[in-house]
T-cell receptor
Framework: GNSVTQMEGPVTLSEEAFLTINCTYT??????LFWYVQYPGEGLQLLLK?????DKGSNKGFEATYRKETTSFHLEKGSVQVSDSAVYFC????????????FGKGTRLHILP | DTEVTQTPKHLVMGMTNKKSLKCEQH?????MYWYKQKAKKPPELMFV???????INESVPSRFSPECPNSSLLNLHLHALQPEDSALYLC?????????????FGPGTRLTVT
């Protein structure tokens, strides 16, 4: 079945460091791919998305490119801030009848000032 | 506006109580979802409503009873819960387009069962 694998955390970086959170997927067909972010004590927020191969999603300085050849959707940011500390979930849409979203396990990010 | 609202924000209930969680969206989305999230875990899908009809029940115990009174509202009725049901309950909504779709989540209700 469809699945998402993302790097284990926690990831700890200093402010202004470069961030990469790896995400790979297994899917039949052509799923849409997402990154969601969950700040402490809050619900999930859609951070960015890509709907087809080679699409680049971007938002708030974060970027991810839909790579079909490597089945990857890695999240990157050039210079992280303390306010980016959160849990990041990679996800794909299971575009069958069910309209399900399949989440990775999440990666906790800590940014040190 | 991409807002999904949920009430209450926090809820503490005993195992014999009956309570309800409420969710509302005004984005015209025709699919709405209930998820359960335990600490340090991703959300787990519980129920999906599509065009106000229950389309998915992920084998959720009957002590959880969903209801969709109209296209903007989604309720989750709780009865005789167990302590292990303590979690963050998230509501979401989505709409399809030719470019795919995404789900928009509410802030959640933090439920504690004593």
């Amino acid at each position: 079945g469809n699945s998402v694998t993302q790097m284990e955390g926690p990831v700890t970086l200093s402010e202004e460091a470069f961030l990469t959170i790896n995400c790979t997927y297994t899917a039949t067909g052509y799923p849409s791919l997402f990154w969601y972010v969950q700040y402490p004590g809050e619900g999930l927020q859609l951070l960015l998305k890509a709907t087809k191969a080679d699409d680049k999603g971007s938002n708030k300085g974060f970027e991810a490119t839909y790579r079909k050849e490597t089945t990857s959707f890695h999240l990157e940011k050039g210079s992280v801030q303390v306010s980016d500390s959160a849990v990041y979930f990679c996800a794909l849409s299971d575009q069958g009848r069910d309209d399900k979203i399949i989440f990775g396990k999440g990666t906790r990010l800590h940014i040190l000032p | 506006d991409t807002e999904v609202t949920q009430t209450p924000k926090h809820l503490v209930m005993g195992m014999t109580n009956k309570k309800s969680l409420k969710c509302e969206q005004h984005m015209g989305h025709r699919a709405m979802y209930w998820y359960k999230q335990k600490a340090k875990k991703p959300p787990e899908l519980m129920f999906v409503y599509s065009y106000e009809k229950l389309s998915i029940n992920e084998s959720v115990p009957s002590r959880f009873s969903p209801e969709c009174p109209n296209s903007s509202l989604l309720n989750l009725h709780l009865h005789a819960l167990q302590p292990e049901d303590s979690a963050l309950y998230l509501c979401a909504s989505s709409s399809r387009s030719l470019l795919g779709y995404e789900q928009y989540f509410g802030p959640g209700t933090r439920l504690t069962v004593t």
